[in-house]
C-alpha cells in the first residue's frame, strides 16, 4: 500500500517577506544597531535568507551589514551515516569574525544538531563575541539544548512531518509548506 504526501502551504510569499522584515527590526533592536553583526547563512538555504535579511537592514539601517556562508558539511554528526562522498563546498566568511556578533541563519530548526555543526564550524574559523540563531521556521523536537534568537514562525509539527522551505533562488517559488504522508 502506497502512501501520498499531502502538502498544505503555511507561508505564502508575503508572509515570508513580512516574517524576513520583522527579523531585521529584531536584529537590529536587540545589537543596538548592527555596526558588529555579521549575518552567516548555514548552505543552503540559510545562504539566501542572510542575504535577504541583510537587504531589509540595510534599508532600515542604512548601513550594510557583513553576510558569510558556512558549510558545516564536515561537522555533521551523521556524516557516517552518508554513503556518498560529501561534497564540500567550503566556506565564505568575508570579514573576521573575531569579536563580532555572528547572526547564523538557518531556514528550518528541528533537532538542533545542524545549529551545533554550525557552531564548531564557526569557532573553528575564529571567535566571535557571541553568535545568534535566526531561523525562518521552529518546528520544535529539539534533541540539543539550543534555542533561536529570532523565529519567523513557530510550527508545531510532528515527526512524521516535513517542513520544507522553497526559495526563488533554488525552487523558483517563495513558500513554506508542510508534508503529511497520508496512508
Known amino acids: 500500500m502506497s502512501s501520498v504526501l499531502e502538502e498544505k502551504e503555511i507561508m505564502n510569499e508575503k508572509a515570508m517577506a513580512r516574517a524576513l522584515t520583522r527579523l531585521a ?8 544597531g548592527v555596526s ?24 532600515i539601517e542604512n548601513s550594510k551589514v557583513s553576510v558569510g556562508e558556512l558549510d558545516i558539511t564536515l561537522y555533521r554528526d551523521d556524516l557516517k ?28 530548526l ?4 545542524t545549529a551545533r555543526a554550525a ?5 573553528d574559523i575564529g571567535r566571535p563575541q557571541r553568535i545568534q540563531l535566526a531561523v525562518l521556521i521552529d518546528r520544535g523536537h529539539r ?8 523565529i519567523g514562525k ?3 509539527t510532528s515527526k512524521e512531518e516535513i ?21
Open 81 to 108: 551515516q552518508k554513503t556518498a562522498d560529501p561534497e564540500i563546498i567550503g566556506s565564505q566568511i568575508p570579514v573576521s569574525v573575531e569579536g563580532k556578533t555572528v547572526i547564523l541563519v538557518d531556514d528550518v
Open 25 to 32: 527590526h529584531e536584529v537590529i533592536e536587540r545589537n543596538e
Open 36 to 59: 558588529s553583526v555579521i549575518l552567516i547563512g548555514i548552505r543552503t538555504r540559510g545562504i539566501y535568507l542572510a542575504d535577504r535579511l541583510a537587504e531589509r537592514i540595510t534599508k
Open 110 to 113: 528541528y533537532t538542533g544538531r
Open 154 to 156: 513557530n510550527v508545531p
Open 119 to 123: 557552531m564548531d564550524a564557526l569557532m
Open 143 to 150: 534533541e540539543l539544548p539550543i534555542r533561536p534568537d529570532y
Open 163 to 183: 517542513i520544507a522551505v522553497q526559495l526563488k533562488e533554488v525552487d523558483g517559488i517563495d513558500r513554506v509548506v508542510i508534508r503529511t504522508r497520508n496512508k
